[in-house]
């Protein structure tokens, strides 16, 4: 069993900036393909960013290409989304989240895919 814990959120001016860390428990946090999602009020949990258990692949939507950088350190069993430029539209509620690849296959921007979430955590940007 493997237990996410999201921090870091807030609320933020448009133009701001805010690392959210997840913190994950286990022995294996290394082989997990990690990725952060979010859900907006009324909205669809969409996809963010993931990243491989290497960290020599990186996947973003593009609406956070060149803004959000995610990141992993699997001594400390944590993983980072660093969001620059915030703009009001990131407003949601953000989770991360843990996939267990199968036989080095794995979907990043799949929610369906992922095995284990985190609770969530709020960033508001206000404009």
């Known amino acids: 069993q493997v237990q996410l814990v999201e921090s870091g959120g807030g609320l933020v001016q448009a133009g701001g900036s805010l690392r959210l860390s997840c913190a994950a428990s286990?022995?294996?946090?290394?082989?997990?393909?990690m990725g952060w999602f979010r859900q907006a009020p009324g909205k669809e949990r969409e996809f963010v960013a993931a990243?491989?258990?290497?960290?020599?692949?990186?996947y973003y939507t593009d609406s956070v290409k060149g803004r959000f950088t995610i990141s992993r350190d699997n001594a400390k069993n944590t993983m980072y989304l660093q969001m620059n430029s915030l703009k009001p539209e990131d407003t949601a509620v953000y989770y991360c989240?843990?996939?267990?690849?199968?036989?080095?296959?794995?979907?990043?921007?799949?929610?369906?895919?992922?095995?284990?979430w985190g609770q969530g955590t709020q960033v508001t940007v206000s404009s």
């Open positions: 989240a843990a996939e267990i690849p199968v036989e080095n296959h794995y979907s990043p921007s799949l929610a369906y895919e992922y095995d284990y």
């Open positions: 286990g022995r294996t946090f290394s082989s997990y393909v």
């Open positions: 990243i491989s258990w290497s960290e020599s692949s990186t």
